[in-house]
């Protein structure tokens, strides 16, 4: 496991735009829970390879006007018990991190994998979620 | 906030496509490959004709969600390996 004071700047650049943390199962079952609504949450890890854009990619595409209702992260390496849960709520699809799964009535929608993601810009990233938000969030 | 992986090849923590001359198809995150062979984590395997898949339908069900790994870790001989492509371009 990563050092948190090496973590703590990759968690910050999801909750300065309003992610709420989701440090434990239950954080995440209550947040999975309710299901009015779109939400989008975001599986962060430390791994440049693909978080190095995953991040950035999700901030620019909340500058959309139309997005989610609601924004949750955990984080995987970290958390294990919320990733754990939160892979749970969605098993459909593999565990994948970085990752991005967005719901509308607690239903998912779309999901964005780890391989959506690495090689790819910011921009293309943020496009991806951009697609899904006007398509779902409208 | 930038990689931590220095020295490795250039699809280092890139999900890839391998192929190889037999019937068996990987797709694993790349942790390193050289001329003599491809090292990859978190791996599926599938044989041509598995669950009625052939190559082909299997990778472009891959390159919706990903995959369900069925090895931490693999080590392909090059020799053995027709190509190596991202997932993503599939």
Redesign the interface.
Known sequence: MYSPLLVKPMRDELTAVGFEELMSADDVDRWVGNQEGTALLVINSVCGCAAGTARPGVRLALDNATKPDRLGTVFAGQEAEATAQARAAIPQVPPSSPSMALFKNGELVHFVPRHRIEGHSVEQVAANLVNAFEEHCA | ?????QNKSEL????VVVDTAGPEIYVG?CDDMDDTRVILLDVDVHRDGDNGSSKDEYVRKA?Q?????KHDQLVLDRAQVTSVR???EF
Not at chain 2, 12 to 15: A, E, L, R, S
Not at chain 2, 65 to 69: S, T, Y
Request: charge should be positive; glycine fraction near 16%; aromatic fraction near 16%.
């Open positions: 906030m930038g990689t931590f992986h280092h923590g890139i999900t995150r390159a969600f990903g995959v369900w790994k991202r997932l993503s």
